[in-house]
């Protein structure tokens, strides 16, 4: 994928912020300090345009950016970290519930998890939503540059069975450090948004 525009649209934290326009939706969940900023910032080739961990677990909004005219990346707020307060938590999984339910421009949802972990009791929730709510997901299995090549295939494994996870869903192998893995999830982005 060329990218030839990339940029930040607004930190939304009511429904009615999110953009009107219509164009095609890919989400970003997972644990805080999990990578998915990293990731963003590496699909799109940009250092920093999303906000790499200053304040883990303070985002309680939904960052939007446009690339290319084309697609928007929906950065979730992190969930998990051992600091928010339980109304926080439960505000946030409201917030996330209704985007996964309600949003109609959401056309992918990356669930964003650490190759190096099992899968949190959290992750498991936020898959079963995605499952009940029949939104196309896939499994980004990020940091990848942390193990070695050799383990890949056996943390795939444990990170598959441990959510359960249907088939069909793909999983992809990333490292925002060395940039594996980005073409194909930009193949998997551009396929989820031709359906
Ligand atoms: N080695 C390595 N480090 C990574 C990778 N992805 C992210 N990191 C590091 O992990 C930390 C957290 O990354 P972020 O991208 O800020 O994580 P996040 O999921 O956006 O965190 P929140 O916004 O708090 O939810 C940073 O120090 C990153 O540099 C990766 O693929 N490999
Ligand atoms: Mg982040």
């Known amino acids: 994928m060329k990218i030839t525009q990339a940029q930040f649209i607004i930190s939304a934290v009511q429904p009615h ?21 990293s990731l963003i910032n590496k699909l799109i080739l ?15 909004q939904l960052n939007y950016y446009r690339v290319n005219e084309m697609i928007y ?17 439960e505000q946030f999984g409201e917030m996330i519930e209704k985007y996964i339910r309600d949003r109609e421009p959401l056309k992918l949802q990356l669930l964003v998890i650490d190759i190096r972990h099992e899968p949190s009791a959290q992750d498991k929730l936020m898959y079963k939503w995605l499952k009940h709510y029949e939104i196309p997901t896939c ?13 890949w295939d056996k943390h795939i494994k444990m990170i598959k069975k441990s959510l359960e996870a ?14 594996l893995g980005r073409e194909q999830l930009w193949d998997i982005i551009t396929e989820a948004i031709a359906t």
């Open 17 to 37: 912020q999110y953009p009107e326009d219509a164009l095609p939706e890919i989400a970003l969940a997972g644990r805080s300090n999990v990578g998915k900023s």
């Open 139 to 151: 499994i980004v299995a990020t940091k990848a540059d942390k193990i070695p090549r050799s383990k």
């Open 166 to 179: 249907d088939p069909r869903d793909s999983v992809v192998l990333f490292s925002s450090e060395t940039g």
């Open 73 to 89: 990346l929906v950065d979730f707020p992190g969930y998990g970290y051992a600091k928010v307060s339980k109304t926080q938590r």
């Open 46 to 60: 940009r250092k920093n345009l999303a906000r790499t961990s200053s304040q883990p677990g303070k985002t309680q």
